[in-house]
């Protein structure tokens, strides 16, 4: 008569199993060494290390006897796989899962470099508003001049501040200008994407109009960086690609050379890969 076994796990007992089935399991790693085993449901158990053949070519694994421990034995039911723990995922930085990107990435395709725009856009608008403080500030000047009683003030003067009451149009309309690309440059910072895939180059730009630019890697012909001295300082540049043939400019880019590295280092193996 073919011997039955019986398997104690997750404080179970599961079988009855015949001899090779018994065998499946330890090679398929449903059950250990450490795994205790009978051939009764009551008994005795005993670790399937001590189970001669068990874990070896041999053809079937042989009877043992063993002390039997104290345990409660449940009714017979399938063996079930030990559970497993799943793979570790890669890290992925949190900038890298947010942004339009991300958003219309393919099936296969991951993001390998992604950086913004520069805070050196600011001071531009800054110097905008800078300049329309000034000219609302004489106006108020000029204002309070010509309010002043006739004998307090020469009439030249009188004039005087009445001509620069007028510079409260160019000055107001310079304020309106300097707020406006003062809110487009921060949302272009806070907005503004150059990224480099495993398949692509994505740049999105612009708040007020957004412009959004993807090349596969294949067609983009070079990559070069221009950066004065206040980019070396402030590690941001000039990205200049050069795709079929029409040379693109973006301004402001923070850390252009590791963007040019990445290109380059992805072209093979999107050229591998295509």
Not at 17 to 37: E, R, Y
Not at 184 to 196: F, K, R
Not at 215 to 237: I, M, R, T, W
């Amino acid at each position: 008569m073919t011997a039955e076994w019986f398997v104690h796990q997750k404080e179970k007992v599961h079988g009855p199993f015949d001899a090779a089935t018994l065998k499946q399991f330890a090679a398929s790693n449903k059950i250990g060494a450490s795994t205790l085993i009978a051939q009764s449901a009551d008994g005795p158990w005993h670790p399937a290390s001590k189970v001669k053949g068990l874990f070896s070519d041999s053809p079937a694994p042989q009877a043992f006897t063993a002390p039997r421990p104290p345990m409660n034995v449940q009714g017979a039911t399938p063996l079930e796989a030990p559970p497993t723990s799943p793979p570790p995922t890669p890290s992925v930085p949190a900038s890298h899962q947010k942004g339009y990107a991300a958003q219309t990435l393919e099936p296969g395709e991951a993001i390998a470099f992604k950086t913004r725009l520069s805070g050196a856009v600011m001071p531009g608008p800054l110097w905008i508003l800078l300049a329309a403080s000034a000219l609302l500030g004489t106006a108020y000047v000029g204002k309070v001049i010509s309010e002043r009683p006739e004998r307090e003030i020469a009439e030249q003067d009188r004039r005087l501040g009445q001509l620069f009451v007028y510079s409260v149009i160019p000055g107001g309309a310079l304020a309106i200008f300097g707020v406006c690309l003062l809110i487009d440059a921060m949302g272009q910072t806070l907005l503004n994407e150059y990224v480099v895939t495993n398949k692509r180059v994505v740049i999105r730009t612009g708040f007020f109009k957004r412009k959004i630019e993807e090349f596969l890697l294949p067609s983009v012909d070079s990559v070069v960086v221009e950066q004065g001295l206040g980019g070396q300082v402030a590690k941001y540049g000039t990205l200049v690609l050069t795709v079929g043939g029409n040379k693109l400019g973006h301004k402001y880019v923070v850390n252009p050379f590791e963007f040019c590295r990445v290109v380059k280092e992805q072209k093979p193996k999107q050229s591998a890969w295509a």
